[in-house]
């Protein structure tokens, strides 16, 4: 269910939880309220009502946080994975598409010839890293 309170949208989830959670998720701030089954929808509606202040104002305080740029997936690009900064470096070899982290780099490797992939997955830890601006397919030069 969803209520419209002086501008704000706030997503409303009944379930069986003893108290009243309010969330302001990020980017954007989205709300979200989770209340008991037993609560009505009267009683849910002046609770997010008391709480509009509280709601701007984390709602303003994530809108003031700087956020990551959307990345490009070019060579020399600062990537963080595992919580460690690693260099992207972008390898076009006939090989599978994958990506392994190497040193301080992380290894991009474009297979020719081969179709653009949105999911590589890096074999050796079995961890997959998600590509979506990556929509071209690179071809090889001749050898």
Not at 38 to 60: D, L
Not at 63 to 77: A, I, N, S, V, W
């Amino acid at each position: 269910m969803k209520l419209e309170l002086g501008g704000i949208t706030v997503d409303v989830v009944q379930k069986d939880v003893k108290n009243v959670h309010l969330s302001v998720y990020p980017p954007n701030g989205r709300v979200r309220l989770s209340a008991p089954l037993r609560m009505s929808v009267e009683t849910i509606r002046v609770f997010a009502a008391s709480k509009i202040g509280w709601i701007k104002k984390q709602q303003a305080k994530l809108k003031g946080q700087e956020r990551e740029p959307p990345r490009e997936y070019l060579d020399r690009e600062s990537h963080y994975v595992w919580g460690k900064r690693y260099l992207l470096k972008v390898v076009e070899d006939e090989v599978a598409p994958t990506v392994r982290p190497f040193a301080k780099e992380l290894l991009l490797f474009l297979g020719c010839f081969l179709p653009v992939l949105s999911l590589l997955v890096c074999g050796e830890v079995g961890v997959g890293v998600v590509i979506p601006r990556l929509s071209y397919v690179e071809t090889c030069p001749s050898h």
